[in-house]
């Protein structure tokens, strides 16, 4: 008996997986918390366990799990990334954060995104039915788009 892992499981799965790769300025971990950038030099400086960067000189990358993890660890964390900005960097992190076997999977989520969810930025709710075959097959039908067999096929 094979046992299918639940859709939300799954994308909880990738999440985690992809936030490991991804890659943060001190801006953007003081945008994170609500402060100025001098802020997240001086818990550089002062606060033990602040996590180091993974790329150092004028402008460090820290590892965005490590310094969120931190950020709410220290009663820091102002609020959660916006989903676009998270969105955002995630493709940006997309070549570092999987393996071959991955890639395709998470190129479809990059290839959905681009073609498929622009039609739903009024009406998000609808955007759930494409999990479905039959919900694909309904937008496709009142798209606009002129998409060829091969990008339905894969999207499919």
């Known amino acids: 008996m094979t046992v299918k892992t639940p859709p939300e499981l799954l994308d909880d799965r990738d999440l ?27 818990w550089r400086k002062g606060k033990k366990g602040f996590p ?6 004028r402008s460090p990358l820290f590892r965005y799990e490590e310094a969120h993890d931190w950020l ?21 992190a997309l070549h570092e954060s999987t393996g071959v076997a991955d890639r395709s999977r998470l190129r479809g989520y990059v290839t959905t995104m681009v073609v498929v969810v622009p039609d739903f930025l009024d009406d998000l709710d609808d955007f759930v039915e494409l999990r479905e ?4 097959d309904r937008w496709l039908d ?8 091969e990008t339905v096929e894969f999207l499919r």
Not at 72 to 92: C, G, I, M, T, Y
Not at 142 to 149: K, M, P
Request: aromatic share 6%; no cysteine; glycine share 8%.
């Open 52 to 57: 180091e960067p993974v790329v150092g000189g």
């Open 72 to 92: 709410k660890e220290h009663n820091k964390l102002a609020h959660e990334p916006d989903p676009a900005w998270l969105w955002r960097k995630s493709v940006q």
């Open 133 to 136: 075959t039959d919900g694909f």
């Open 16 to 42: 985690r997986h992809i936030r490991r790769y991804l890659k943060v300025t001190t801006g953007e971990i003081a945008d994170l918390a609500g402060k100025d950038p001098s802020a997240v030099t001086h």
């Open 142 to 149: 009142e798209t606009d788009r002129d998409l060829d067999t």
